[in-house]
Nanobody, 124 residues
Framework: QVQLVESGGGLVQAGGSLRLSCAAS????????MGWFRQAPGKEREFVAA????????RYGDSVKGRFTVSRDNAKNMVYLQMNRLKPEDTADYYC?????????????????WGQGTQVTVSS
């Protein structure tokens, strides 16, 4: 079992930055790929970023490439999402997810554990 708790969301002006954190429990955290997804009101949950167990393989959704950076610290059981040059369309609830495999996937259905989410609001 893995439990995930996100933090770091909030209200920010367009062009600003936020850093989301995801704290994971479980001694096998370092073996699992991690993902970030987001869901805006009235929209489906979408892929934002994912990082493999080692941190070597990283992928981003097209809408955040060049602006967001995902990283992890396996010693601390933490995953981060640095979000720069935020846009109003980035407004959503952001979710951390854990996949019981070491390699990443874009499909949210392949992730086994989810956090409760943290809200990000970007004002124009």
């Amino acid at each position: 079992q893995v439990q995930l708790v996100e933090s770091g969301g909030g209200l920010v002006q367009a062009g600003g930055s936020l850093r989301l954190s995801c704290a994971a429990s479980g001694r096998t955290f370092g073996n699992y790929a991690m993902g970030w997804f987001r869901q805006a009101p009235g929209k489906e949950r979408e892929f934002v970023a994912a990082i493999s167990w080692s941190g070597v393989t990283i992928r981003y959704g097209d809408s955040v490439k060049g602006r967001f950076t995902v990283s992890r610290d396996n010693a601390k059981n933490m995953v981060y999402l640095q979000m720069n040059r935020l846009k109003p369309e980035d407004t959503a609830d952001y979710y951390c997810a854990c996949r019981s495999k070491g390699y990443i996937d874009y499909d949210l259905n392949s992730y086994d554990y989810w956090g409760q989410g943290t809200q990000v609001t970007v004002s124009s």
